[in-house]
């Protein structure tokens, strides 16, 4: 297991330093720099290659990485805004826990409604209320986040009474978690139904019955733990979709997270925080994965044999 957990530990760190060169590249690549934001289009070439030289921004591609690299690992230090002049951990720090609470909120939600709504649906299999979920289900792998936030906008806010856009409150949590899990429920729907139903039809459930198992028994004891395995593997991707869905969703509510600094620092050219920001939801992803094979391996022991 020990051997398993640093293999994955390895290739998690390998992974994150290809994504950081592959975004410092981009960045690179992307016509126009904060240089230009700042000073304006009304200022002389040798201004601008003055205020440049000045931020850092005249040097070739790999000093920079390098630099940026060594800076991070051994000091801590994602460099500074180049618009505001704070450091970049400092305002990650200040926005990820509103990122990271809509997010565990929209995963709570899609997990516990959408494992309830397919274990409902698969126990009443061909009813009218399995065909309704099924509908949904699809309605909601196929609407757009973007979509549906703009639809519980203008249906539901009026009605219940809740905020528009803005941070602070529950309140101004409830829109934008609905909006983040509704695709991810769907999706969690769907894959419960299958697993209960193709749990339900195999030999050992018929024994239990035979053994005169109370049926709760079976289906909660036994059948949902062997579904667990899908469907936790299908919930590490879907937390890397969360945490990107939750860019659009916090432009749309402006909510206060590392998704809506992120778009601003785009539209300014603040590369700095656009490279921490996305070095910071690699690293979130790229743990929940590491989570997710661990919590595999400890459902089921051979899957570390097996990689090992």
């Known amino acids: 297991m020990i051997k398993f957990v640093a293999q994955r530990f390895s290739s998690s760190l390998v992974v994150l330093l290809v994504v950081?060169?592959?975004i410092f590249v981009v960045l690179d690549t992307v016509p126009g720099d904060a240089a230009e934001t700042i000073i304006g289009d009304s200022a002389s070439q040798e201004q601008l290659d003055e205020l440049r030289q000045e931020m850092g921004l005249d040097e070739t591609l790999l000093p920079r990485y390098f630099s940026y690299i060594k800076d991070m690992f051994m000091q801590g230090d994602m460099g500074d805004s180049l618009i505001t002049g704070k450091p970049v951990w400092a305002?990650?720090?200040?926005r990820l826990p509103s990122t990271l609470l809509l997010t565990l909120t929209a995963t709570t939600l899609a997990t516990t409604l959408g494992i309830a709504l397919g274990v409902f649906a698969a126990t009443n299999k061909g009813s009218p209320l399995d065909t309704l979920i099924i509908g949904l289900s699809t309605l909601g792998m196929a609407v757009p986040t973007f979509w549906?936030?703009?639809?519980?906008m203008l249906l539901a806010a009026p009605r219940l009474n809740l905020p528009l856009a803005g941070g602070g409150s529950i309140r101004h949590l409830i829109l934008p978690?609905?909006?983040l899990a509704f695709p991810t429920m769907a999706v969690v729907a769907r894959l419960s139904r299958s697993s209960v139903l193709d749990g339900l039809n195999e030999p050992y459930v018929q024994i239990a019955?035979?053994?005169g198992l109370p049926y709760r028994r079976i289906l909660f004891k036994h059948v949902l733990r062997n579904g667990l395995i899908p469907l936790i593997n299908l919930l590490g991707l879907q937390l890397g979709h969360l945490l990107g869905g939750a860019f659009i969703v916090e432009t749309i509510f402006g909510w206060p997270g590392l998704g809506r600094l992120t778009v601003q620092a785009i539209f300014d050219r603040d590369y700095p925080i656009v490279m921490g920001a996305a070095l910071t939801m690699a690293a979130a992803y790229l743990m929940i994965n590491f989570i997710v094979d661990m919590s595999h391996a400890?459902?089921?022991p051979r899957v570390a044999q097996k990689s090992i």
């Open 209 to 211: 019955e035979a053994k």
């Open 91 to 94: 305002l990650l720090a200040n």
């Open 177 to 179: 978690s609905l909006t």
């Open 20 to 22: 950081s060169l592959l």
């Open 148 to 152: 549906s936030g703009l639809l519980l």
């Open 298 to 300: 400890w459902l089921d």
